[in-house]
Each structure stands twice: as structure tokens, then as C-alpha cells.
């Protein structure tokens, strides 16, 4: 059983940064994602990175504007978030996945989870 524990929420204004860490015991078996959910809306993927941290996945709108990355030795996943938007607004989890499907884009949706954090919210205003 993994206990995932996220850190670095806030408030920010737009075009602002936040750094979202994300650290548990033994996480270097599994892919390691951050979801959102905003307010009267579904949860949804934001990025993902695999076991070892050679391949990540970004959903479309924060493409550029996020970098994730993960330091096993430290069993620590973080997700710099710049230029940040209204719309990225939400209450922000961090996830881990097991690598049994075929490619990181399809394993990072939250049917795939396996172990959820509690969430750290962002919140993106002026």
C-alpha cells in the first residue's frame, strides 16, 4: 500500500508558478501521474511519468507551461507548473499507476490508478 503525500498548493496569480511535490516509499516501480479535478467537473489527467523517468506524458492545454520529473533515489516526483492559467484551478492529485499497459499516454487516465493521494489544491486568480 502506497501513501502518496503532495505538497506545494496555493494561491497564484495568472502567468504565476507553482512547484507540486509528490513523495511516498517505493515509487519506483510505478508510473507516477498528476490529476486535477476542478469544482463540478470530472477527474482528469494533467501529466504522467514512467518508472524510470525516460518518457512523459503532458495532456494537451499545459504542454509547454509544465515539466514533470522524478528523483527515485529521493522518491520524489515534482511538477513545475508555469504560466499558469484560471483554467488550471482545481484540487490536484498525485497518482500511482502499475506498468502493465502498453504505452505511458494510455496508462495515464484515473481508471488506471491504483493508489491516490489526497490532493493539494491550486488555485489561479487574480
Known amino acids: 500500500q502506497l501513501q502518496l503525500v503532495e505538497s506545494g498548493g496555493g494561491l497564484v496569480q495568472p502567468g504565476g508558478s507553482l512547484r507540486l511535490s509528490c513523495t511516498t516509499s517505493?515509487?519506483?516501480?510505478?508510473?507516477i501521474g498528476w490529476f486535477r479535478q476542478a469544482p463540478g467537473k470530472e477527474r482528469e489527467e494533467v501529466s504522467c511519468?514512467?518508472?524510470?523517468?525516460?518518457?512523459?506524458y503532458y495532456r494537451d492545454s499545459v504542454k509547454g507551461r509544465f515539466t514533470i520529473s522524478r528523483d527515485n533515489a529521493k522518491s520524489t516526483v515534482t511538477l513545475q507548473m508555469n504560466s499558469l492559467k484560471p483554467e488550471d484551478t482545481g484540487l490536484y492529485y498525485c497518482?500511482?499507476?502499475?506498468?502493465?499497459?502498453?504505452?505511458?499516454?494510455?496508462?495515464?487516465?484515473?481508471?488506471?490508478?491504483?493508489?491516490w493521494g489526497q490532493g493539494t489544491q491550486v488555485t489561479v486568480s487574480s
Open positions: 511519468v514512467n518508472s524510470g523517468g525516460s518518457a512523459t
Open positions: 517505493g515509487l519506483d516501480y510505478y508510473i
Open positions: 497518482a500511482a499507476t502499475r506498468p502493465r499497459i502498453s504505452t505511458l499516454e494510455e496508462a495515464c487516465i484515473p481508471p488506471y490508478v491504483n493508489y
